[in-house]
């Protein structure tokens, strides 16, 4: 039986251990004590060292009905900055949030805390399940660092649900984008802008020349940003050198490497007006994924959901997550929402009743029978 009393005890402990990304070792040591106590001995590999952290990601596999296809439930341990110093507060009428300082943490330790308190509870009962497998991965807000360290031979399932949406609980993303990034670092000639003005390659312009010429925001089916420019080194110098960053996300992946094609040669054609050198690379940061809406992972979701009295609802995400790995490794997979508000901000929130409904949800699919 699901307990909030303890699920929310266990959340409040939880969100009090600084967990930045890189610094996950204290919280790991905990989540491993917690499942000891359980009789699950959760494994590290060595991805922290790999990536430059404390912790790497930890891996469980908890057998079950013989005749049941084993599940992943995952969650991630890092969370964004500013994550030292949190103080959650439970205020009465449910909520949880930290003290307006900090990040609560609820991205992700909603997630880890429902899946904890959906185990414990199926554990406790006795209840027949089908095999589980725990995964809780390290640097996944650094564009899923140590989830790529992980070794996926590992893995059993096929199916996955990774507990990190926010939204309302009882929702679930079949679908997320690639996301791509792109950097250009442009090279002009540094001169003194007073006296020799015309010496000069003027790097910044060069850039700003590019940033013009791309659309950014909702481009067709993409979405294309421009995040940052930085160059120069005093006033009265024509800049040398300027860096131009940015990302480009869809649900095509061809579509959106072809939209950085399209990038790169607008950037090529404004360096070659200022007689600038430029440099263009991309990155890969996350592959889409679609789960099939009518599959099996998402009608065993669905009817999960209906089995503790909930809706249910499928949509499509903008943001990426592990799941995006686990799919590109030949799972099909779907990013639960287990009770996380506002993320990313000094203003984010769960409740009480979230995390309960969400631990809910997680049980039911550790003893669903299809």
């Given at each position: 039986?699901?307990?909030?009393?303890?699920?929310?005890?266990?959340?409040?402990?939880?969100?009090?251990?600084?967990?930045?990304?890189?610094?996950?070792?204290?919280?790991?040591e905990?989540?491993r004590?917690?499942?000891?106590?359980?009789?699950?001995?959760?494994?590290?590999?060595?991805?922290?060292?790999?990536?430059?952290?404390?912790?790497?990601?930890?891996?469980?596999?908890l057998?079950?009905?013989?005749?049941?296809?084993?599940?992943?439930?995952?969650?991630?341990?890092?969370?964004?900055?500013?994550?030292?110093?949190?103080?959650?507060?439970?205020?009465?009428?449910?909520?949880?949030t930290?003290?307006?300082?900090?990040?609560?943490?609820?991205?992700?330790?909603?997630?880890?805390?429902?899946?904890?308190?959906?185990?414990?509870?199926?554990?406790e009962?006795?209840?027949?399940?089908r095999?589980?497998?725990?995964?809780?991965?390290?640097?996944?807000e650094?564009?899923?660092?140590?989830?790529?360290?992980?070794?996926?031979?590992?893995?059993?399932?096929?199916?996955?649900?990774?507990?990190?949406?926010?939204?309302?609980?009882?929702s679930?993303?079949?679908?997320?984008?690639?996301?791509?990034?792109?950097?250009?670092?442009?090279?002009?000639?540094?001169?003194?802008?007073?006296?020799?003005?015309?010496?000069?390659?003027?790097?910044?312009?060069?850039?700003?020349?590019?940033?013009?010429?791309?659309?950014?925001?909702?481009?067709?089916?993409?979405?294309?940003?421009?995040?940052?420019i930085?160059?120069?080194?005093?006033?009265?110098?024509?800049?040398?050198?300027?860096?131009?960053?940015?990302?480009?996300?869809?649900?095509?992946?061809?579509?959106?490497?072809?939209k950085?094609?399209?990038i790169?040669?607008?950037?090529?054609?404004a360096?070659?007006?200022?007689g600038?050198?430029?440099?263009?690379?991309?990155?890969?940061?996350?592959?889409?994924?679609?789960?099939?809406?009518?599959?099996q992972?998402?009608?065993?979701?669905?009817?999960?959901?209906?089995?503790v009295?909930?809706?249910?609802?499928?949509?499509?995400?903008?943001?990426?997550?592990?799941?995006?790995?686990?799919?590109?490794?030949?799972?099909?997979?779907?990013?639960?929402?287990?009770?996380?508000?506002?993320?990313?901000?000094?203003?984010?929130?769960t409740?009480?009743?979230?995390?309960?409904?969400?631990?809910?949800?997680?049980?039911?699919?550790?003893?669903?029978?299809?």
């Amino acid at each position: 039986m699901i307990r909030t009393e303890r699920l929310v005890q266990s959340f409040l402990e939880l969100t009090a251990i600084d967990n930045p990304t890189l610094h996950e070792r204290a919280l790991s040591e905990r989540l491993r004590q917690r499942y000891a106590a359980l009789g699950i001995a959760l494994e590290e590999d060595g991805a922290g060292t790999i990536i430059g952290g404390s912790a790497g990601n930890l891996y469980a596999y908890l057998p079950g009905g013989e005749t049941l296809a084993p599940i992943l439930l995952s969650a991630h341990m890092d969370a964004v900055a500013p994550a030292c110093g949190k103080k959650p507060v439970l205020h009465p009428d449910g909520r949880i949030t930290s003290d307006g300082t900090t990040v609560l943490g609820a991205d992700d330790i909603s997630g880890l805390c429902v899946i904890l308190e959906a185990v414990t509870s199926v554990l406790e009962d006795g209840a027949p399940h089908r095999p589980v497998e725990l995964l809780f991965d390290a640097a996944e807000e650094s564009y899923c660092t140590g989830i790529q360290q992980f070794d996926f031979s590992r893995l059993r399932s096929k199916t996955a649900y990774v507990f990190d949406l926010s939204g309302p609980v009882g929702s679930a993303a079949y679908q997320a984008p690639s996301i791509v990034s792109f950097r250009a670092e442009f090279t002009g000639r540094a001169a003194h802008a007073a006296f020799s003005p015309e010496e000069g390659l003027h790097a910044i312009k060069a850039a700003a020349e590019a940033a013009a010429h791309i659309d950014c925001g909702r481009v067709g089916d993409l979405t294309v940003n421009i995040g940052t420019i930085t160059g120069g080194t005093a006033d009265n110098i024509v800049p040398e050198t300027c860096v131009l960053t940015g990302e480009a996300r869809g649900f095509d992946h061809p579509l959106v490497l072809r939209k950085l094609a399209e990038i790169e040669q607008t950037i090529r054609q404004a360096a070659s007006r200022f007689g600038c050198a430029v440099r263009f690379t991309t990155e890969t940061l996350c592959q889409a994924f679609r789960a099939d809406p009518e599959g099996q992972a998402a009608q065993r979701f669905r009817a999960a959901c209906a089995s503790v009295g909930l809706e249910s609802s499928l949509t499509v995400t903008y943001g990426g997550s592990d799941n995006n790995h686990f799919c590109l490794h030949g799972l099909t997979g779907l990013v639960v929402a287990p009770g996380m508000n506002s993320c990313h901000s000094c203003q984010e929130y769960t409740s009480a009743d979230e995390l309960t409904r969400a631990a809910r949800i997680a049980e039911a699919l550790i003893v669903s029978r299809k």
